[in-house]
């Protein structure tokens, strides 16, 4: 907040503060701005020395900037920003080590919405993910008889679960710990 106008940084440690004590909504509006449209302008332009938690309190939504491919394709990345992270070279801990802007780009990349929104339409649509058992495990010789002691109603479940999708018990059975085991090596 350094470089910012004496008046517009007053305005926003004022409302913070008024955030603090809790006032309404509507008194901080009319208190500082005269209306809503006054004030939505005002934040699209000092958003950003707001914390979520207070912008959701001032009711406002971080405009999305829409940027057509044309637009897309003459953009360069500035020498002091990163470009667009992408999926492909990213683990888990370069996720953590990443900037808050380019974690920002990475989470609002075309790749990740996609993905979030095909989960969000099975999730709705409540479509499961199809169990795939390979072949091989139905295929398998070297079968043993053991014991294996479990919850009777866990079976029962397991065994309508095998009827359901037309599998054997002993090829899933099969699958299912192996999967563990590699998973878990």
């Known amino acids: 907040m350094e470089n910012l106008n004496p008046q517009t940084k007053k305005k926003i440690e004022d409302i913070k503060d008024s955030i603090t004590s809790k006032t309404d909504l509507k008194e901080i509006r009319k208190a500082k701005f005269g209306s809503s449209t006054k004030?939505?302008?005002?934040?699209?332009?000092?958003?950003?020395?707001?914390?979520?938690?207070e912008l959701e309190y001032l009711e406002f939504t971080i405009p999305v900037e829409v940027v057509n491919d044309e637009e897309k394709k003459s953009l360069e990345v500035p020498q002091n920003?990163?470009?667009?992270v992408k999926t492909t070279d990213?683990?888990?801990?370069?996720?953590?080590?990443?900037?808050?802007?380019?974690?920002?780009?990475?989470i609002l990349s075309d790749e990740i919405l996609a993905l979030l929104l095909d989960l969000y339409k099975k999730k709705e649509a409540g479509i499961k993910e199809e169990l795939i058992v390979p072949i091989?495990?139905?295929?398998?010789?070297?079968?043993?008889?053991?014991?294996?002691?479990?919850?009777?109603?866990?079976?029962?479940?397991?065994?309508?679960?095998?009827?359901?999708?037309?599998?054997?018990?002993t090829a899933l059975m099969?699958?299912?710990?192996?999967?563990?085991l590699k998973k878990n090596k």
């Open 174 to 180: 099969n699958f299912i710990l192996d999967d563990f």
């Open 39 to 53: 004030m939505n302008d005002w934040l699209k332009k000092n958003y950003t020395y707001f914390s979520s938690e």
């Open 81 to 84: 920003q990163s470009p667009i």
């Open 90 to 106: 990213l683990t888990t801990q370069a996720l953590l080590e990443l900037n808050s802007k380019d974690k920002m780009n990475f």
């Open 136 to 169: 091989e495990y139905s295929k398998l010789k070297d079968l043993k008889i053991t014991n294996c002691r479990l919850s009777a109603d866990i079976y029962k479940r397991f065994t309508k679960f095998c009827d359901k999708n037309n599998l054997t018990i």
